[in-house]
Structures are given as structure tokens and as C-alpha cells.
């Protein structure tokens, strides 16, 4: 299983440098949807990594992401 990560480019590249791939989307929320979409759509992806900033912008539409029960986990 991969792990994905949705965030600032600070912290993508970090994260790079242990192997994780990511995104640094623009600061608009569909376009942070629609990252998160397109990870959710990869069938080796177990874990997606969401940046705090980026999760407030989606606002409360974030926490269905969080309450789903299946793979992969966000």
C-alpha cells in the first residue's frame, strides 16, 4: 500500500524524501477535492495525508472523508 499526501510544497518535499508522493494543489477548495479524489481512485493507495490548512478549507465536507470505512484511509 502507498501512501498519498495533500499539502503545502514545504511539506511535499519533506515527505519526498522518505518516498511519499504528493500534491500541492492550488489553495482552492476544488481543487483540493479534487486531488483527494483522484487519490481515493488509486487502487494501491492505503493512506491519504491531508494537511490541516487544506482540510479547514474543504471545511465540514472534509469530515465525510473521514468517516468513510473502506480503503484508502484519509
Not at 487544506?54 to 473502506?70: C, D, H, S, T, V
Request: hydrophobic share 45%.
Amino acid at each position: 500500500m502507498k501512501i498519498r499526501v495533500i499539502g503545502d510544497q514545504v511539506l511535499i518535499e519533506l515527505l519526498r524524501l522518505l518516498g511519499i508522493q504528493g500534491t500541492a494543489p492550488n489553495f482552492e477548495t476544488t481543487a483540493i477535492i479534487n486531488t483527494l479524489e483522484s487519490f481515493l481512485t488509486e487502487p494501491d493507495v492505503g493512506i491519504i495525508l491531508v494537511a490541516s490548512s487544506y482540510a479547514q478549507k474543504i471545511g465540514e465536507n472534509f469530515k465525510l472523508y473521514l468517516q468513510r470505512q473502506r480503503l484508502p484511509m484519509v
